[in-house]
């Protein structure tokens, strides 16, 4: 079992920045990919950026050049930072964990973080 905390969201103007933050509770090398994904109100959960546990990075295109997805193995966390945000950007944002066992593979959510961004 993993369990998944994010933090880091809130109200942000155009063009301002956030860095979200999600802490997992066992050693994040263990996992084989951790992401983050959001949500719109109305819209599907879409992928914004994931990371392998190599450091192997892959974005969404709209999120390429404004996005950085980053880990921090020593303290078992990955970070969103989220530069020149738009209306657009606002949903929920969610951590996963993509976590192989053998020949089990896991997928563990957090509980997602509003991000909200005004015009």
């Known amino acids: 079992q993993v369990q998944l905390v994010e933090s880091g969201g809130g109200l942000v103007q155009a063009g301002g920045s956030l860095r979200l933050s999600c802490a997992a509770s066992i050693n994040i090398l263990s996992i084989n990919v951790m992401g983050w994904y959001r949500q719109a109100p109305g819209k599907q959960r879409e992928l914004v950026a994931d990371i392998t546990s190599g450091g192997t990075t892959n974005y969404a295109e709209s999120m390429k050049g404004r996005f950085t997805i980053s880990r921090d193995n020593a303290k078992n966390t990955v970070y969103l930072q989220m530069n020149s945000l738009k209306p657009e950007d606002t949903a929920v944002y969610y951590c996963?964990?993509?976590?192989?066992?053998?020949?089990?593979?896991?997928?563990?959510w957090g509980q997602g973080t509003q991000v909200t961004v005004s015009s």
């Open positions: 996963n964990a993509r976590y192989e066992l053998g020949y089990r593979i896991d997928y563990y």
